[in-house]
Every structure is written in C-alpha cells, then in structure tokens.
C-alpha cells in the first residue's frame, strides 16, 4: 500500500453574510480588505475589491436575497465565492455604450485570473481567484 501525505496546507477560509441591502457591497469590500490583510498576502488590492463589488451588487439586484461571500487563500490564489439562492447564472452582455449598467462581468473577465459559475445547494456561486504572494515580513503583527 502507498501513503501520499500532502503537504500542502489546507487554504484559509473567511465568510461573511451580507443582507440584501445596497449598502452590503460597503461591507463586503472592508470584509475582503481586512481578511487579506490578517492573511498577510499581497494582491492588487483594488483589483479584489472591484471585482467583489461586481459579484455582491450583481448578486443584491439581480437575485434580491442575502448573499454568503466567501474567500480562500491556498495555492497561490485567493478565491472569492459570492453564494445566493438563485440557480439562474448570470449573464453575460455586451451594453450599448450609454448604458450605465451591465459591465460588471466583464470587469470581473478582465481583472481576474479566473473566475467562473457553479451550483452551490438550490442556488449558486459566482467566483473570481487572482493570483497572490505571501508577505508577512512586511505586514506588522500589532493590527492597523
């Protein structure tokens, strides 16, 4: 009999309910922040906001329900998962130019590594990861 042992440790998880409230994407945006800080990883920071931004407001408008958003950091990525209730994927279009809305999935192509869809329960989880680098000797232990 062969024995793997993996050594990889297990990603960090960080999760947070959000109510369907227009100001949710406030707090999901101070959530992701202080999480990555207390990770110590260093990401584009702006990059990891926007995108949650994009997932929580799409996810608050389009679905109407509380929403679960959830980080990993394992592999050299951090994953951020937005969970609603709704099994409808979101679409994807392409608005016309005055249009106000209808980006946010393609702010979310552009500034992701990867990001995707998938059945989560009756509802679904709509997900980006980015690529990321540990640096805790740059990041003081005391908080902020």
Not at 9 to 15: E, K, S, T
Request: charged share 25%.
């Amino acid at each position: 009999m062969e024995w793997a042992l993996d050594t990889e440790p297990q990603p960090a998880v960080a999760r947070t309910r959000l109510s369907s409230h227009p100001t949710s994407s406030a707090a999901a945006r101070r959530f992701v922040r202080d999480v990555l800080y207390r990770w110590r990883v260093m990401v584009g920071d702006e990059v990891v906001l926007l995108c949650t931004d994009e997932l929580v407001t799409n996810a608050i408008v389009h679905v109407g329900s509380d929403v679960e958003l959830v980080m990993r950091n394992g592999g050299g990525v951090v994953r951020i998962e937005v969970h609603d209730r709704s099994p409808r994927p979101p679409l994807r279009r392409v608005p016309d130019e005055d249009e106000e809305s209808g980006r946010g999935l393609q702010l979310v192509d552009a500034l992701a590594s990867r990001w995707g869809v998938e059945p989560v329960g009756a509802g679904k989880s709509v997900w980006f990861e980015v690529a990321v680098e540990s640096d805790a000797a740059s990041i003081p232990s005391s908080g902020r």
